[in-house]
Every structure is written in C-alpha cells, then in structure tokens.
C-alpha cells in the first residue's frame, strides 16, 4: 500500500516550512506519495485581498514559478526517496459565512485556475485538465483557529458529481458524514506545520504513478485511511 | 556585596576554569586524533574484519532516512547492516524498507521481531538483532545519527590493539530547524561533548556515548551478554563499565559522528535532559552536584536576583559572553554547521538546564517510549507500581491533561 498525503502547503502561502524542508520532511518519513497544495485564494472580498496582500495565496503571477519549482522537487524526491510527488493547489473560497465558503484541492494541476470564478466553471476547468476535485473538511471541524467550509456539503446534491473524493479525515477531524453518504474518500493532513505530519493519512493499492493514483482515487477502490503517528 | 555573592561569584569562576578544561579536552582529543589518523589508515589489521550492524528502530527521528542511508554508503568491504523493530507498524519500518529497495546490494535485514526480554526498549530492540548477527564485531548504532563514509575504517582502527574492548564515538548536534532543536544542538555541542572529553582526559573514567558502541562478540558473551543490561537505562554506561571490569580498554574514537535534530519541541529537549539528569544522579549520586556548579551561566544569574546591582549584573554579562565565545570555539572546533548567532541563545538554554538539574533530586520516575519507570542504583529500571499513591496522581494529573489537549 502506498502512504499518501494529498493536502500539504508550504511558504507559497500560509505554510511555515519551506517547499525542500517540506519535501524532505515527507521523504524521510518514508511517505509514497504526496500532493503539494498551496492555497489560491479568491481576491474579491477582504479576506481575500489581505491573503494577496500578505501573500498567503498562489497567484497568476507566479503559478508557473510554484510549478516549475513543485516539478523540480519531484525529480529530486523520486531520485533520493522513491517518492512522486503531484503538483496540486488549495482554491480557496472564503466568505464571512462558513455556509458560503468552501475548500476544493485541484491535483495534478497544470494551469492557473482562480479561485473567483463559480464553482462550476472552476470544476470544468479542472476536469478539462484530468484534474483530480476533493472536497476539503467539507464539515464541521474542532480547529478552533479556522472557520468551517460547509458550503459544498449544504450543496452536495449540486456539485457531488463534480466531486471524485471528499476528505473523510482532515488532520485530527473525521467527518463521519461522508461515510454515511457512502461518498469517495480521502485522508490527509492539511500540513501547515512540522507537527502535522502526525495526523490521518491515506493509503492506495495501486502504481506508484499519477495516473494510477488518479485512477485509484476516482475508482475508490483500494482506498484505505491510516491514522500516522510516531 | 555578601559574603553569600562572594561566594557564589568564586563558585563561578571556579565552574568557568572547569568549562575551559572542557573545551581544551576537546581540542586535545580532537587534534591527537587527527595526527593518529594521518599515520595510520587501517590500523595493523591485514584485511578488515566484517562488522554486523546492529540499528534498533522505534518511530521516526529527524532526518532518519538520510541517517539510515549513511550506513549503506560506507567505505568498508564487508559488514552487514540490521534493522530492528518491535512491530510492523512502526513508522520506522516503511522507511526502512524503502532503504532495503534502494540498496538491493547490500546486506541488509529487517528484522520485526516483539522482545520482551526486559525493560530496556532499545535492548529490547537489539536482542533479535544480536542472535542474527554473523560477524565477530557487533556495532550498536543509533537510528538517529549520521555517519561519514569512513566511519567504520575509523572505529575498527583502535582494534588493532587486542586490549580494546569497546569504542565509542563523540558527538555533534547539527539541523535545526525550531527552538527545541536548536536548544539540543547547543547543549550536545557544549555539555554533553565537553564532559565526554573531560571524563575521558582527565579522569581516564570510560564514558560511552549509546549512539555508536563497536564491540566484539565474544567480549558482549563474558559480560553475559546484552540481556546483562536489559533492565537499565543507561545500557550504554553499564556495557562500558562492564567492559572495562574485564580489563579491556574502553576507547574514545577521533571519530565524530551528527545527530540530526531539526524539529524538536521544546518539551522534547527538557523531557529528554531531564530523564539523562535522572540517569545521570542515580549513577553519579554526589558528583551530580558539579553539573550545577560548572553551569556559571546559572549561578551567575542568582547574585543578580537576590542583591541586584551593577557588578552582580555585570558579572553575570560578562559570564555569558564567555560562555558563549566558549561555546562558539568547540562549535568551530567539532566543525559544527549551526549559524553562529544562534550560540547566543546558549545562556538561555543554560538557564533552562540549570532549572531541570533539580527535578532528578525530586522524582525518580521516568518516562520513557511511553512507558513509565522508577530508576534505581546505576540506572537499573523497576516499572511503576499500577497501584498506591504514585498510580492515582499519575492517573489524576493524565486525566487533566487529556481533558485540556
């Protein structure tokens, strides 16, 4: 089985280790397979404009610099670790109301999406790129520092078919609504900070390659979750 | 000024003398060593012996899998590496087999094997691997260190004298990436390595750092073997103390070897120091007390608490500042790769030192890979009593602790 982790952010946006130390950190650990998932925040609200502002978000401008530089790394972990890592972004749709916001990772990303568009236009969009859709902490969580994202669970009956996973697991909350709706699932981190490598993650039969792992997760079969602790 | 302060002020300087015997034990061991090494490569020895290394895993440490990688990249011609676990679902063991795929010409075994010889996890750990192992010389090593590619030609050198019995390794702190690491980089590259040196100088007293001991099988088998120290804590101490008993020589290597630590919190760095303070007065008894006389750091900080002025503070400063040149002449010394604006952190950690050298006079249970121990005479382990007083506070202080988590 290999170990995954989907949902990892670094210093392109809110993270507080650096992209190598992060990749390093995952490698040394032993990890199969990772995501590299850093925050594109939408820019038109104030929330949004203060993430630009103190560069919390990936932005058009330096997209393809966030890439160029996640597809170097990935050279490098295959080579050192045996470990493939999966270019991927965070859009963030934060509002004054958790009802109104939602988190959405796009993995295996390969343009500029932003994160203002509608919700369906950006789930085109990341589809036309064989992107893989999850719904991140899609419901309540106890992280008393963060707001709850509720709007795409208020509004699964919508945008479930663009969905191929839901995080069942995010860090240390399991969302045990997911389960019940028998939807697709995933676990991971939400990595911020060194600590959170401690925290659910996911396991898949399957290659070790982007497309198997894609395959996997749409599939949903082969899919397990791992509380990882030390 | 007191005649309290005076005092204070002279055990100062006397701790100070003492620190600077410190740093010039290491310089001596270190450029004796490197005049030794010039002169000899491989020692007498006509072909190197094979070395079974013996690696007990338990979690992830800082940087494991570069550490295990450096024991497979060794210039050495025959030896044999073995991965020791207690369960497969160690997180250790994923990483490990990883090393095992990279290096499929190597000799290398994982080992998953559940001992419950005694109390000691580490040995524990090793006794599957010590049955297993082929060769005559057995190396314990540490999952958390590094090593260089010519670590083992450097450690078997000394055993081209047949009167060696066990040799050990100094060692550095490098990484560090947050406050507790830095906090242990700087005492591993202070403390621990200046009283290593010490010990070993001047008082020719056989002092064994666990993260590196080079051993001979049949030496392990006349001190009874690893189940000898299977109930102590400090196994590292007890193994040389015992070799050395027989006769045999309990060497220091020129060797230095890294320990990686770049993410530990700060209650990571008190927890451990203060478990090695316990160790270390349950061994020394008495001679526990000059730990906290040669911290000057600490004591300086006392006189300008309790009669505050200008000399009591300049004093103090001017402590510091030594203390931290000093540090930062063995940080160049040992090669040591931390920023040299963190030594100015040193004083703090001193403090913080100086506060947990109290707490083993206090308590005598450890906590150690989640089990929890009282430690007697020469660090010998008896398990915490499930009942009676100690039980129930423990119990009630969890409980607490796990509500506010």
């Known amino acids: ?230 | 000024m007191g005649i309290l302060t005076i005092m204070i002020f002279f055990i100062v300087v006397l701790g100070l003398i003492g620190y600077f015997l410190q740093v010039w034990s290491i310089r001596k061991i270190l450029i004796t060593s490197a005049e030794q090494r010039i002169n000899r490569r491989d020692g007498n020895f006509e072909r190197l012996p094979g070395i079974s290394v013996l690696k007990p895993l338990k979690g992830l440490d800082d940087n494991l899998f570069d550490n295990l990688e450096s024991m497979c990249n060794q210039d050495y011609p025959e030896y044999e590496i073995i991965f020791s676990l207690q369960d497969y679902n160690d997180p250790a063991f994923k990483v490990a087999e990883k090393i095992k795929e990279k290096y499929p010409e190597k000799k290398i075994t994982l080992l998953v094997e559940k001992c419950c010889a005694g109390l000691n996890p580490k040995v524990n750990n090793l006794i599957p691997a010590y049955r297993i192992a082929k060769y005559d010389y057995i190396l314990i090593s540490d999952s958390n260190v590094m090593v260089s590619k010519n670590y083992l030609r450097e450690i078997i050198r000394p055993f081209d004298d047949p009167g060696t019995g066990l040799v050990t390794n100094l060692i550095k702190g490098t990484g560090g990436y947050t406050l507790g690491s830095i906090f242990e980089n700087l005492h591993l590259n202070s403390f621990v390595i200046g009283s290593v040196c010490f010990l070993d100088r001047f008082l020719k007293m056989p002092c064994v750092v666990g993260k590196s001991m080079l051993m001979k099988k049949k030496d392990i088998e006349a001190i009874g073997g690893l189940e000898s120290v299977k109930d102590m804590l400090a196994e590292d101490y007890i193994l040389g103390k015992k070799i050395y008993n027989l006769g045999k020589k309990v060497v220091l290597s020129n060797h230095i070897i890294k320990n990686v630590n770049n993410y530990w919190g700060l209650r990571q760095f008190l927890n451990r120091h203060t478990r090695w303070g316990k160790l270390r007065w349950h061994i020394g008894g008495i001679k526990y007390l000059s730990e906290l006389l040669s911290n000057s750091v600490f004591l300086s900080i006392f006189p300008v608490i309790f009669s505050p002025s200008l000399i009591t503070i300049s004093f103090a400063l001017f402590v510091c500042t030594l203390k931290v040149i000093g540090d930062i002449h063995i940080g160049r010394t040992i090669k040591t790769d931390m920023n040299m604006f963190l030594f100015l952190l040193a004083p703090i950690k001193d403090v913080l030192i100086g506060l947990t050298w109290f707490i083993p006079l206090l308590s005598n249970k450890v906590l150690w890979r989640g089990n929890r121990y009282i430690i007697m005479n020469d660090s010998q382990l008896i398990p915490c009593p499930e009942k009676g007083i100690f039980y129930y506070t423990y119990r009630f202080v969890n409980t607490i602790k796990t509500r506010f988590a």
């Open chain 1, 1 to 230: 089985m290999l170990l995954c982790d989907f949902h990892i952010h670094t210093k392109y946006s809110d993270g507080s280790v650096e992209l190598r130390r992060t990749v390093d950190l995952f490698g040394q650990a032993g990890f199969d397979v990772i995501s590299i998932t850093d925050h594109v925040v939408n820019g038109d609200n104030t929330f949004g404009k203060l993430a630009h502002r103190f560069k919390f978000s990936v932005k058009k401008d330096n997209f393809n610099k966030y890439i160029s530089e996640i597809n170097r790394e990935a050279e490098r972990a295959w080579e050192k670790y045996g470990m493939l890592i999966i270019p991927g972004v965070e859009i963030t749709k934060n509002y004054l109301s958790p009802d109104k916001s939602a988190h959405i990772l796009i993995i295996d990303i390969k343009e500029f999406i932003p994160a203002c568009w509608d919700y369906e236009k950006i789930f085109l969009e990341a589809k036309e790129q064989d992107a893989l859709i999850i719904a991140c902490h899609p419901h309540h969580t106890s992280d008393m520092t963060n707001r709850d994202t509720l709007f795409l669970w208020n509004n699964r009956e919508k945008y479930a078919r663009y969905i191929d996973a839901w995080e069942i697991a995010n860090r240390d909350d399991v969302f045990n609504v997911i389960s019940l709706k028998k939807y697709p699932y995933i676990a991971n981190s939400d990595f911020h900070r060194a600590r959170h490598i401690y925290s659910w993650k996911t396991l898949l039969d399957c290659e070790k390659n982007t497309e198997s792992v894609k395959q996997c997760i749409r599939n949903n079969r082969g899919v397990a979750i791992t509380l990882f602790r030390n």
